[in-house]
């Protein structure tokens, strides 16, 4: 071997080890004892939520409140306070109103029956969309190339919708399906809101392959506190649902991540997240001579689910 060839090819060696120590220590930097990774992006937010009202277990009324392409802005931190704990927060919010659609159905001879009075309304507006959360994850198991842990967390998410003029399909006294009309374009009809409290634990996996990694994160929880809002603007009167604290909630997302350098990455992101149905009261108010009635039991329920997709910037330090 020539005296030029001996000399590349110890170049060629320290360089790739030199390559070698910046991945491993990019590695580590993933979970640096005392690190911080910002977080912003952004996202479209889509989903059904659902209304529903009883009488003695008898379904009376379903409102679909529909939700598509809604535009939102993701903020997030993550720190690494201790070398085996990460905690994070994290939360978006819609920045544009999106596509909304609602339809509401009523049963006045029971479900079976088939729906007596339908409306529909196609000029929705998403008022209000939002979620924040704080979470606490304890690392089972860490590894340069994988990291498996526990999680606990509270997140709280609000919607808000408002459903403007459309047309209606009603039976009367004498007949099935035989009124039919369209209301004023524009005219308040009906303005709904859901709240969701929800404490949950969860399972988060993380693996890295060379500039990538993959993220994958469940959450779990049958404490959930419900609580929805009703307006009928034309009836002049509101309903309330408190729909308990025992809720269920669950909650898929993955995340692919592409470092640019071991400060900078870009992460893709979907989240699949389902209320299921939470049953409780219902407080009737007139709003025009303030008399209230309280329906107890299960009178009334809640319930959603939403697809959430993002693109975020995250920034270590």
Do not use: C
């Not at 071991?262 to 709003?287: C, H, M, R």
């Amino acid at each position: 071997m020539t005296g030029r060839n001996t000399w590349v090819l110890l170049g060629l060696v320290m360089v790739g080890q030199e390559a070698l120590a910046d991945a491993q220590m990019a590695d580590e930097q993933r979970f640096q004892l005392g690190s911080v990774e910002l977080s912003l992006g952004v996202g479209v937010l889509n989903g059904l939520a659902k209304e529903k009202v009883y009488d003695e277990g008898e379904k009376l009324s379903q409102l679909n409140w529909d939700l598509k392409q809604v535009p939102t802005l993701h903020l997030g931190m993550t720190y690494h306070p201790l070398d085996w704990l990460s905690l994070d927060v994290r939360g978006w919010t819609r920045v544009a109103k999106g596509n909304g659609h609602m339809k509401d159905y009523d049963w006045l001879d029971g479900e079976d029956e088939g729906w007596t009075d339908r409306s529909d309304h196609p000029d929705t507006r998403l008022k209000k969309a939002w979620q924040a959360e704080f979470a606490a994850t304890a690392w089972a198991l860490k590894r340069e190339d994988l990291a498996v842990g526990v999680m606990l967390g509270y997140q709280r998410s609000e919607f808000s919708w408002q459903a403007r003029g459309g047309s209606f399909t009603y039976s009367s006294d004498d007949g099935f399906r035989d009124i039919s009309g369209r209301l004023p374009a524009g005219l308040k009809g009906i303005t709904y809101e859901q709240t969701y409290a929800t404490p949950y634990v969860g399972l988060v996996g993380v693996y890295n392959y060379s500039d990538w990694t993959l993220e994958g994160r469940f959450k779990y929880s049958q404490w959930v506190k419900a609580k929805d809002h009703d307006q009928h603007h034309l009836r002049g009167v509101t309903f309330t649902g408190d729909n308990g604290n025992r809720g269920r909630m669950q909650s898929l997302a993955l995340g692919l991540s592409y470092r640019i350098n071991p400060q900078f990455s870009i992460k893709a992101g979907v989240d699949y997240q389902v209320y299921a149905e939470a049953k409780g009261s219902t407080t009737l108010k007139n709003l025009s001579n303030g008399e209230q009635t309280y329906y107890g039991g299960k009178s009334g329920s809640q319930a959603s689910r939403t697809v959430l997709s993002s693109l975020a910037l995250n920034y270590r330090f």
